[in-house]
Every structure is written in C-alpha cells, then in structure tokens.
C-alpha cells in the first residue's frame, strides 16, 4: 500500500518562495497526487492535484518527476497566512474504489 | 453553494458513553467520507459512504460505525467510548471522485 512521507515542519519568511517535498515510493501508475493546507480547527482545504510532470493553478505549482517516487508542492511568495499544515496524499484505487492515503503533515511557519 | 457542515461543533462525553456526529456534504456529492484527527496520528481514515452503502473502511474498532442517508446525510456513531477517542472528526463529501470538501469538524472531548 503506497505511504507518503514528508518533512515534520519548515520555516519560511514572507515573500520567499517555499518548497516541500512528499516521498510516496510505492505510488502505482494509475495513482494520483493531492496536497491539502489546513488551519487550526478547521477542516483541510483542497490545493492542488496531478498525475506527473507540473501542475500550476493560482495559489501553488505541483511537480512530479518522471519516477513518481515524490513530489513537491511549491508556494510561491508566502505570506504570514500561508502558516498552516500542509498534507500530502495519494489516492489509491482499491477495487472499483479509491482510498486516500494521507501522510502526517508539514507544518509550516512563515515568519515577518 | 453552502460546504458541508458538521453538527455539533464541540461535544463533551464522558467514558462509557456513545456519542453521534452528523455531516451534511454539499448539495450533489453522493460520497461522505469520516476521519479521525489527533495530534499525534494526523488523519486516519474511518469509512467511506456511497449512496447509502459503505465503500472502504479504515482500521477502526467495531464501535465505530456510521451510516448514510438517501439524501447522503451522514452520521457517525462511536459507542463505549474511550479516553483515547477524543480528537477532531472530520467530515468530506465529494463527487465522483474529485477533490474532498471537509467540513470544519466536531471536537469530541472524552472524559
């Protein structure tokens, strides 16, 4: 079953550009990858899903290498309210069915 | 469109007691998946409903259970409950198979 590991938790200041990286070595072919920011009591929010190579919506950019083995989600020009815990996960199909496989979070710290 | 929404927001419980979570997702979503929250698991994974029918499940003991309406309203029952049950569960509602919407959760404090 795949399993994702990512770092505990990052510093950033504002402005600077933040990059975190996912490892999920057991990702299948069919398998995609989702990243999810969220503040304290309150629910994860969507931020952004690919399958390989970059992904780039208005709030971050996705890039998968060509081994799939990680990813790394990459905020650009964080801002004091991009502090919060940002999950990796990888959905896994099951059957006819699909799974989310979260990992444990990055808690990340932007500083003035 | 209004998100989902997770009723109560707080509860307090004591050992031994059962409690019932309600998650309404958004209007559409037919899946509503339940996870459990704490500061040193992260998410674990419950169950998953489809169309009133249970689609996975997660490692939990059997005095988790949930259920899921025809209007795909959920509810989420854990009975006998245990010091160790108190943590944020969250609630996500989607449609066939695109991103999750969470709710905001409902804090369950055992004491």
């Known amino acids: 079953l795949a399993k994702t590991t990512q770092p505990i938790s990052m510093d950033s200041y504002e402005g600077q550009e933040v990059n975190i990286t996912c490892s999920h070595n057991n990702i299948a072919t069919n398998d995609y990858i989702t990243w999810y920011q969220q503040f304290p009591s309150q629910g994860p929010r969507f931020i952004i899903q690919g399958y390989k190579t970059k992904v780039t919506n208005e709030v971050a950019s996705l890039f998968i290498p060509a081994d799939r083995k990680s990813s790394t989600l990459s905020l650009p020009r964080v801002s004091l309210s991009d502090t919060a815990v940002y999950y990796c996960l990888v959905g896994v199909r099951a059957g006819n069915n699909r799974k989310l496989i979260w990992g444990l979070g990055t808690s990340l710290a932007v500083n003035p | 469109k209004a998100g989902v929404t997770q009723t109560p927001r707080y509860l307090i419980k004591t050992r031994g007691q059962q409690v019932t979570l309600s998650c309404s997702p958004i209007?559409?979503?037919?899946?509503v998946s339940w996870y459990q929250q704490t500061p040193g698991q992260g998410l674990q994974f419950l169950f998953e409903y489809f169309s009133e029918t249970q689609r996975n499940k997660g490692n939990f003991p059997g005095r988790f259970s949930g259920r899921q309406f025809s209007n795909s309203r959920s509810e989420m029952n854990v009975s006998t409950l245990e010091l160790g049950d108190s943590a944020l569960y969250l609630c996500?509602?989607?449609?066939?198979?695109?991103?999750?919407?969470f709710g905001q959760g409902t804090r369950l404090t055992v004491v």
């Open positions: 996500a509602s989607s449609s066939k198979g695109a991103e999750a919407f």
């Open positions: 209007s559409g979503h037919r899946s």
